[in-house]
């Protein structure tokens, strides 16, 4: 794909100063880009660049002033940045523009499809699936019996999705990503085996979600493991069953939940961190990288560390006496000897 | 799938009160459950919900006494909480009553498969492998050369078995697990880069065992990695070579398990914990989720926490004080103050 | 595959001892070994192993001098182990002797594939992919558009290679491990929601880079997320997009690396780690198992411990006391007391 300057100014709405005729085949940033880049600048802090940059075209706000003599060919545009991210999703949507049905995938005969829908090869719809419209069902992709799956859906190549989960509009899954397998229930018998539990919930995935490579997330013994609207999981995350994760939540990769948690919304949780089963989060909680939340959080709105996890203050001024513990212990072993002399003294 | 009160109990060789009539179509919690659901009550102190639940139909003990008026129709039986798991169970035996050799297979001439076997679609099973009976293998599963495979042993989509390795009866694999990738082994050169070691040994996992969803158990460097009778292993747990789990001992997710580790029997281990290689775990171990395990546990039977883990009552007591260490900290200080006083005033 | 001691002495240029004719079918330790096994022995603190073994063949150095009757044949060779080592790469080799193009598979009429290339069933080879020569594509691999693979690769089944990966020579990635899906980026909106950041760079993989199963690398937002020649990664790692991973570093399994982090060569990082975004870490660093490095290291080759990680040293000793702090408390308080009576006496 290759743009001229002329042409990206027409998309955004923009005015060129420089040569118009100036080809453009990639993105970068402007501090990386060659010949041949498009790139941007929308913060000012970062000016510079503007003159040192290879890039042979650059999108700027409309009023940046020019300090200095520039050789690049610039685009200015009411907002630089809005601009750019426009561009990068046109691109995108360039890029995974796959349409139709390729031969060599399984589609049950009861199975629903909506319209302008992609079925990559090797992909499977079992039994009585819904599929709405505009879906992209890459290859490799498993959607078992009886799954419901609304507009605008992405599964990326082997995405796993077991039977009876639900799958709201606009979701993107990506590889890897396993839903609704056997949560982890077993009931000890008196001679030290274990006895498998049915799990017969199921997963529902609201709207808007988004979830990384390799992630898992159990269906519920009964009812249901829910992943409400806006949440955005990051790869490898474990969501074991009946967990529940509230709205515009946010959760970093490897993390994982035990079962039965409910998460409130609008949190942010860090990478590896872990939160115990049957314990509520309260909303907006942040919880840094690591964690671990062996019990409820109750009040709203604050950030956590540690494992167990405390304030995330509280944690911070922990922290700093644990590197200073072989001073203060060898600091306690003077003050004993001095308080023995001055006990022998008296 | 719906069945009446009536029928419900013929199956269960139990008793109906109230409408023999009234049908059912899904499995809840009788605190969850809405009208057309079928739900239990097994203990006693959850016996409100009995007066105030939507369910349909109820499950109860057949001594079960009731102290106020009921709306729902009820099943006596003989124990209502093993009932109702033997319907929790035929509800999933149905839900994954697959059979047949789907179209789009590919079956080596030289590979042995038992009775009654399902094959899926895009299942991919190769020279020499064996099949015992009654197995399920899901679409996307890979079987390389000279696996051998027990009866009842069900591999969920998208599972991938390496050459030589030896699985059991009655084994469960849930989605996106690898069993026998090689392990992680190298020998380093003078110049800094890595030599690889042929991984030439197999995966043996032997009868009972469950497994969850993208697993890693990696094939041993010579000899085999095991997997012990009835062991149960959680989601994204990783395996490493020459390391053998004991029987009926449970992982939750996201553990790791390092090189040459071998684990006792019936043994309890959290999620995100990490066990170092080389060591043994003695039987009847518990170890706290998080939990890092540096050395051999010799002495069986004991909880283990913190990383590197002591004694789950040490790694409390230790706890608690470094909450309290900016307090402690101060109060040393505070001390030093008083006693340079004290000696001065001497 | 069956040898004789005779046929194996050929190969490695050995003479035997003992009789020529007696076959092995399989490698086994020295320690481990039943008959029909070859075994070595080339650390001379094992040589009792030589007296009582089971193997039928034990290769050993020219230069072993037997101290006890023995009645296992022996191969004399210059290296035992090397010799060895040779004989186990031969096995894998001839296990993992795939070739030609299997029946289902799909590859894209634009694609381009080099000589000797094995494709397996169900692997998915999209538009304008290159592949260079003697590269194994396991069945349910999946690589998408524009993607270039060099010479002599090897994906395990279901590896997922997403558009514009750039992949060097003699690389290896096992089964179900993720290359390129989207890094995790997001712009939160007023309302609580979040708008998803295209993610529009790629993945570089260079020579000689082995990977682990179900290992996640995401793709970088602009620019390439970087694997650098001879760099080794184990199972279920995360690499957020925008990482670069130096020259022959080796990373364990379950570690993960956060957005644009920068990891020097040759550094040795253990399991469970966890690396945060846009910091350093200096080249030849070793940064224990469950370490979080929170902040750049800028001194090269030093050995780094804890969460937030001090120096391996520091991490120690604070870890001593930390087992000793209720004990500390005690002493603190008795001070207290000490103290109080001795102003009193004042």
């Excluded at 709405?13 to 993105?27: F, I, K, R, S, W």
């Excluded at 685009?75 to 630089?80: F, G, L, S, T």
């Excluded at 950030?303 to 700093?320: E, F, I, L, T």
């Amino acid at each position: 794909m290759q743009f001229t300057a002329q042409e990206l100014s027409l998309m955004l709405n923009g005015t060129v100063e420089g040569d118009p005729l100036v080809a453009v085949n990639q993105l970068a940033k402007i501090e990386e880009a060659n010949a041949g880049s498009l790139s941007f600048l929308a913060n000012p802090k970062y000016e510079q660049y503007l003159y040192t940059t290879n890039a042979s075209v650059v999108i700027i706000n409309k009023d940046q002033v020019l300090s200095e003599p520039i050789k690049t060919t610039l685009i200015r545009v009411e907002n630089a940045y809005s601009a750019f991210s426009l561009l990068l999703e046109k691109y995108n949507t360039i890029k995974l523009n796959k349409s139709g049905i390729e031969q060599h995938c399984y589609i049950h005969s009861s199975a629903q499809i909506g319209e302008n829908v992609y079925v990559g090869a090797f992909a499977y719809i079992g039994p009585n699936v819904k599929i709405g419209n505009n879906c992209k069902i890459y290859p490799h992709t498993y959607i078992a019996d009886d799954v419901v799956i609304g507009n605008n859906v992405t599964f990326f190549p082997g995405v796993k999705i077991y039977f009876d989960s639900i799958i709201g509009n606009n979701v993107i899954i990506h590889s890897g990503t396993i839903i609704g397998a056997d949560g982890f229930g077993f009931a000890p018998a008196s001679d030290g085996t274990y006895t498998k539990i049915s799990q017969i919930g199921n997963v529902i995935i609201e709207d808007d979600v988004e979830i990384g490579s390799n992630t898992t997330i159990d269906r519920a013994t009964m009812g249901s493991t829910i992943i409400r609207k806006g949440v955005k999981l990051d790869n490898l995350i474990q969501v074991a069953h009946n967990v529940e994760i509230g709205a515009n939540t946010v959760i970093a990769a490897q993390t994982g939940v035990s079962g039965s948690a409910k998460i409130g919304e609008n949190c942010i949780i860090g990478g590896q961190a872990g939160i115990v089963g049957h314990i509520n989060i309260a909303k907006g909680s942040q919880i840094q990288a690591k964690s671990g939340i062996s019990r409820s959080i109750v009040i709203e709105g604050k950030k956590w560390a540690g494992a167990p996890a405390v304030s995330y203050n509280d944690n911070m001024r922990s922290q700093v006496v644990i590197n200073r513990l072989p001073e203060l212990e060898k600091k306690i072993i003077e003050l004993e000897k001095i308080i023995t002399e001055l006990r022998k003294g008296h």
